[in-house]
Every structure is written in C-alpha cells, then in structure tokens.
C-alpha cells in the first residue's frame, strides 16, 4: 500500500509469476479495499475485480479490524487502558506511540502501578509534544522556603493548564486523584496558601499534611520519579 498503482499491480503479478510453484502456499497481506481501488486506477471502473483477483488468490480471509488501542493494549498488557487514552489525546501516531511505550519498558524506576504508569505516560507524552514545558519539570527534591506564592505563577499551575487542555482529566476515571500524584513532583506548592490550591485543584481532601507529605523525602513515589525524569531527559 505504500508503491504507487501500477508498481502494487507489477508486484502482484511478478510474485504470480514466482510463487506458483506446486507444494507452495503464499500468503499475501493487504487492505483489500485498497487493492481494488489501485486496479480500478489502473484499469478503469468496467473491471471486473474479483474476476482478476482469482488469478491470484484462491482463498480469502478476513482479520478482525481491532482498534489501534486494542492491537496495543493486547501486545501490552501491563499497562492500562487509561494510558492509550492519554496518548490519543496528544494526538500520537501509532509509531510515536511504540517509542513512549519502549521508553517506559527500559526504565527501570517504573513500577506496576497503575498510577505511576498512567503518570509516566503523560510525563513522556510532554516531552515528546511539548519539550519547552517539559523542561520545568524538576530535577531535584525540593526544600520548603519561607516565601509565598500565588498559583498562577507556580510550574505546577503551568503543567496543570496544559494537561488540562488536551482534555487528559476529563478521560481518566479518577482525575483528582493523578493532580494529588503531580502535584508531588511540584514541592513549590507548599508556599501556596491550601485554599487557594483546593479551589483550583477541587480536590475538596486536600490539606496542609497531605501535601507535605507527598513531597517528603522519605516517600518512594518523588524521588523514583524525579529518577524517571533525569533518566528520560538524557
């Protein structure tokens, strides 16, 4: 499907003329509907394709159409559902796609959870689509200061809008709950007065502990991600 018409009919009779050899079974893989438009081109609509076909093939079967998601959801098993939603959404072809997906399986720092795969996906997603925003990610654990901010003027904020826009919460089942795992990665939230971040997150829960907590040190999930980052960065 990728030559042009009269080179799809030259390679279709060449292997006829090749391949009839007694004892020999070829399979040939096309998109048929596609095959009969190029002999259509090639030799006019008074055709008669299936006629022309059978000098051809002797039997022919149809593979079930699966959706891309599913092809790829089927040869990936381990990762959700959720996360070819995301990769849609950022408008990836199927190729583009496969490379995110060969990132996340030779990194090391991602575990099975669903989260962090999910998470993963939109980091690498930005990266590929966005690298200017990407880079404001950051790269090291951050230590609380005095000062305050407002949020509009936070990276946080800045990450949120745009993952926001592409539609990426509105897909995901539970969405407040993937802005509590980002907003780990943006320790500079601590300066922000919490009401102020729950009216904008609307993440009704949220509170002073909570998000302390998700940027503390000691918890895996900052620091593996903060590895995932640096290594995906290189």
Do not use: H
Request: charged share 25%; hydrophobic share 40%; net charge negative.
């Amino acid at each position: 499907d990728r030559c042009l018409p009269y080179k799809v009919i030259k390679v279709l009779e060449n292997l006829y003329r090749i391949l009839s050899i007694n004892g020999i079974a070829t399979i040939i893989a096309v998109d048929k509907n596609q095959l009969e438009q190029t002999i259509i081109q090639i030799f006019g609509k008074e055709i008669n394709i299936q006629g022309y076909l059978t000098r051809f093939i002797d039997y022919d079967f149809e593979v079930p159409n699966n959706t891309q998601n599913e092809y790829l959801k089927e040869k990936y098993f381990w990762i959700p559902m959720d996360a070819f939603k995301v990769l849609d959404l950022f408008n990836f072809q199927l190729r583009e796609k496969l490379k995110i997906i060969s990132e996340m399986e030779l990194n090391d720092n991602i575990d099975d959870s669903e989260f962090q795969i999910i998470t993963y996906t939109i980091l690498l997603s930005t990266k590929r689509d966005n690298p200017k925003l990407y880079k404001i990610l950051p790269r090291t654990i951050y230590s609380y200061s005095n000062k305050t901010k407002k949020i509009e003027d936070t990276n946080f904020y800045k990450f949120n809008e745009y993952i926001k826009g592409l539609g990426i919460y509105d897909e995901l089942e539970d969405a407040k709950a993937y802005q509590i795992y980002l907003l780990g990665l943006f320790g500079e939230l601590i300066e922000i007065d919490i009401n102020e971040l729950k009216a904008y997150t609307q993440i009704d829960q949220l509170n002073q502990a909570t998000l302390t907590s998700r940027i503390s040190p000691n918890r895996y999930i900052l620091p593996n991600m903060i590895k995932f980052i640096d290594t995906i960065n290189n």
